[in-house]
């Protein structure tokens, strides 16, 4: 991994460390460009594991000395699959492992970004030619992207979501204390988020939903947690609007569960680019009555009507620039007045969760896959 700081592809690698069986493996964590600059607090509660976690810092193409840290660490741990996660240290860690030390590698791609430049097109063709026994995808969107649109032989891709922690997400959460922290009514019906602050998780138009949604409802409060390039013009769009009240930024938090528990409803705004949306199952796993833009993987997850709400685009779509919010507002509106409504949808949505993305349903997906690129039978 590039770094072990907070985020989807960060969690898969904290979930899977912790749960393959070490009856039957022996996991190891390296990062390969930690300089120091951002917290990492997954590093420190994967250590507490008792899992060996090196954190590397590659600073160029051409800095050898990491690169022959990395080559001992696979000779000192015996390492036989290397499973590389996110651009570009998916590529720099198959490339050693394969060229440097015959292992058998992997890479999950997590998302559907475009890179830009000559040497990153040059590495992705690489990896997924000739450096990678086996590519994870985490969505039937991501799977039909690598299969329609890059080339790759289906055989060579294997779907596997990433996980939730159903306990750790439980309906039985108590959100109080975020709720009287951040100066919450108890009887306000709280919307919100966790994600990243950037254009392309929508956060614009979730301002726009909520602008439109305070405006019929006092009783709301809407929810923004997380972090990203974005903050600043958000918590300047609140102040222009006059509604500092009624919509709530907060920097990143390690209390997701309770944070999602202090939401009556999840309200998930991404565009473009997403793989996944591991937010999106957090919250279904906790019950929560999750209304989406019917974009990505979305449609994927949620059951439209059942499980969950997509109320725009009226058709799905992979990605798209922008979105319509009346329609969220008109399919919010209901959900603030009913919370027997609100209740229903969450436990359709936990049920989901649990039969789909459990951590021991994709923990033994991916077992599967290591021990199929390593001929065990």
Known sequence: ?????????????????RSLPRDRFQVVVCTLFSRGEKPEPLADEIRSLGIRVDQ????????????????????????DIVHGHMVPADFWSCMLAKVGR????????????PRSGRAMKIQRVLLERFLSDRIVAISDVVADHLVRDRGISARQVVKIPNPVDVERFHPDVSGHTVREALGIPAEAVVIGNTSRFEKRKGYRLFLDIAK??????????????????????????????????QIIITGPRRDIPEVIAAMDIFLFTSLWGEGFGIVLIEAMAAGKAVVSANVGPAGELLEDGTSGCLPAPETWVAETQYVNPEPFADQIEPLITRPD????????????????????AVVCQTEKVYRDILGWH
């Open 1 to 17: 991994m590039g770094s072990l700081g907070v985020g989807g592809a960060e969690q898969l690698i904290y979930t899977l460390a």
């Open 56 to 79: 590397l810092a590659m600073t160029r193409w051409r800095d050898f000395a990491t690169m022959r840290q990395f080559l001992a660490i696979i000779d000192e741990e015996h390492i």
């Open 102 to 113: 015959r292992c058998k590698t992997l890479h999950t791609k997590h998302d559907l970004l």
């Open 212 to 245: 439109l949604v305070v405006a019929r409802h006092e009783n709301v409060r809407f929810l923004a947690v997380g972090h990203g390039s974005e903050r600043g013009d958000m918590e300047k769009q609140v102040r222009e609007a006059g509604l500092e009240e």
């Open 341 to 360: 409504e609100r209740q229903k949808f969450g436990e359709a949505a936990r049920r989901r969760a649990i039969e789909l993305y459990s951590t021991e």
